[in-house]
């Protein structure tokens, strides 16, 4: 059974920084990709960035792109999002995302994605 389980969420004051991490059932290499989404209220599922789970490679939207950084843990099975410089406007529930297959790449869009995490909430006030 496919798992993934998001942690890291918090309370955070603007500039801040935090660490999302996603743990994911089985091996790293068992997915095409993860990704990460955020919904905020009112709001639909927005995807943030994406990582290739056998190449490595990164791509991000452009409203995170410099603040925010996805990286893997191989060993860990494990996929990351640093966020930096958080603005109120990225207060979100995040989630987390594994795709299958490869049939489209790079992948931003919710229904690309198989399984998905529980989310962790993330709140950037001061």
């Known amino acids: 059974q496919v798992q993934l389980v998001e942690s890291g969420g918090g309370l955070v004051q603007p500039g801040g920084s935090l660490r999302l991490s996603c743990a994911v059932s089985?091996?790293?290499?068992?997915?095409?990709?993860i990704a990460w989404f955020r919904q905020a209220p009112g709001k639909e599922r927005e995807g943030l960035s994406c990582i290739g789970s056998h190449d490595g490679s990164r791509y991000y939207v452009d409203s995170v792109q410099g603040r925010f950084t996805i990286s893997r843990d191989k060993a860990k099975n494990t996929v990351y999002l640093q966020m930096n410089s958080l603005k109120p406007e990225d207060t979100a529930v995040y989630y987390c995302?594994?795709?299958?297959?490869?049939?489209?790449?790079?992948?931003?869009?919710?229904?690309?994605?198989?399984?998905w995490g529980q989310g962790t909430q993330v709140t950037v006030s001061s």
């Open positions: 995302a594994a795709k299958m297959e490869g049939t489209s790449w790079p992948a931003f869009m919710e229904s690309e994605y198989d399984y």
């Open positions: 089985g091996s790293i290499y068992d997915y095409f990709a």
